[in-house]
Every structure is written in C-alpha cells, then in structure tokens.
C-alpha cells in the first residue's frame, strides 16, 4: 500500500486503531479490486467502529465493577 496515501488519513487515529485500520485495508486490496483511497476509506470507517465499540466495553466493564463496589 501506498504510505502517501495512507499517511494523511490514518495519522489522526490512535495507534492501535491505524494498525487495525491498515491490516483491514490490506486485506480489502487483496480479496477485491478497490483502488487503494477506497480501501483505506472504508478500513478507517471499519476500524473506528471497532475501537467504539471496544472503548465502549471497557467502560461499561468498569462502571459495573464501581457499582458493584459500592453495593
């Protein structure tokens, strides 16, 4: 993959969601014939849900583990 193109797009992801966002995109090229700006879109989209997704597990793990402290 091309590292100008991707470069701009990804830089403002967290590390660990730019490593998802790029394994996701090199996948994309290889399995369908998207160009590159398409795969790296739709990989950055992927791994934002993803990193919400798991974000959102983690603070709902935590404030169940506060509620049942205080109980």
């Given at each position: ?5 991707a470069?701009?797009e ?6 660990t969601?730019r490593?998802?966002?790029?394994a996701?995109a090199q996948e994309?090229l ?9 795969a ?6 992927i791994?934002k849900n993803?990193?919400v997704?798991?974000?959102n597990r983690r603070v709902?793990k ?9 109980i």
């Open positions: 993959m091309d590292a100008r193109i470069l701009p990804l830089m403002y992801l967290s590390p969601t490593e998802k966002a790029v996701i994309l290889r399995s369908t014939n998207i160009s590159p700006r398409e790296v879109s739709k990989a950055i989209l791994a993803w990193a997704k798991n974000v709902w935590r404030l169940k583990s506060v509620e049942k402290e205080l």
